[in-house]
């Protein structure tokens, strides 16, 4: 696959009318709950972070200490992950400031560079290939995994036990190979949008990225509560425009036609859908909550 058939940002509309008719008709469906979500991220979400930073806290605790108990073979498992979780749980809880600032400027820091970068006419490539693309994947993994002729079967279950007896390792699987080759993709797009850029430009996406990994995570640190409710509505106009792509073109083409396109608008439509929507959750409760 060539770095060439990655698409740009504007050609997210193009991608999804051709994946319309190659992938299955569950995806609608899909594409409704992610709209569904993305709404409710985008106008309440504040309201869900803490709670879902506290269960990923229970969660990573308990496996920690899983791990902190096998490592020094004392008490029972559950005794570990118990204890584990619950500190965890509590850290994540009352870490809630520094979490914020953390994802904030990440987010800026990756969303600021990408801005100057799409304003310019120069966007970072993307990562999804095109829908043929996909529909090839599809189809190769189909018949791997249900092989036309019988026979095949028995020939693929011999091949297993040859290797497996012989000792010298099998080849890797085959989604492992495809998880390689995009991978490879991916490096080579960066480099080769990276390479083509100017020396000034390159300098205003590094500083770009600067200003925005720093101001966010200041900004995280004296608000939280704005913090949470940008970072909820971000990640909500991000589910909403991923699903309106899908649906749009599924449900109304003559539409898909009539929206502005392009990484300028794309920008546009983004920064200002995130700050009506943080405006909107961080004005529902005082200022207070950061004092």
């Known amino acids: 696959m060539r770095v060439g058939d990655l698409g740009a940002i504007g050609d ?14 569950w995806l609608n469906m899909l594409a409704v709950v992610m ?12 309201r869900f972070i803490r709670p879902s930073l506290t269960l990923i806290g229970l969660a990573g605790g308990a496996l920690l200490g899983v791990q902190i108990g096998k490592a020094v073979d004392a008490g029972p498992a559950v005794g570990w992950a118990i204890g584990g979780g619950l500190v965890g749980g509590v850290v994540a809880y009352m870490a809630f400031r520094i979490w914020m600032a953390l994802l904030l400027g990440l987010a800026l820091g990756v969303m600021v560079p990408w801005g100057v970068a799409a304003w310019h006419g120069e966007p970072p490539p993307t990562m999804s290939p095109t829908g043929e ?21 028995d020939a693929e279950v011999d ?7 012989s000792g010298d390792g099998a080849d890797a699987p085959p989604w492992q190979d495809q998880m390689s080759d995009v991978l490879s993709e991916m490096t080579a797009a960066w480099r080769g949008w990276w390479g083509e850029l100017s020396g000034v430009m390159r300098s205003l996406v590094i500083t770009g990225a600067g200003i925005g990994g720093l101001g966010g995570f200041v900004l995280g640190m004296m608000l939280p509560t704005l913090a949470a409710s940008l970072m909820a509505s971000f990640t909500g106009v991000l589910l909403l425009v991923s699903a309106m792509s899908k649906l749009i073109p599924a449900w109304a083409p ?10 300028r608008a794309s920008l546009v439509l983004i920064v200002v859908a995130t700050v009506i929507g943080a405006a909107f959750q961080w004005t529902m409760r005082r200022r207070s909550a950061d004092k």
Do not use: C, H, Y
Request: aromatic share 8%.
């Open 12 to 25: 997210v509309q193009q991608t999804w009318t051709q994946l319309q008719d190659q992938l299955p008709s």
């Open 35 to 46: 709209l569904g979500w993305g709404f409710v991220l985008w106008l309440f979400g504040k």
């Open 133 to 153: 693309q996909i529909g090839e994947r599809i189809r190769e993994q189909i018949d791997e995994v249900m092989p036309t002729d019988p026979t095949d079967v």
């Open 159 to 165: 091949a297993d036990t040859n290797v497996d007896s």
């Open 254 to 263: 003559g539409l898909a036609d009539d929206i502005p396109s392009g990484p």
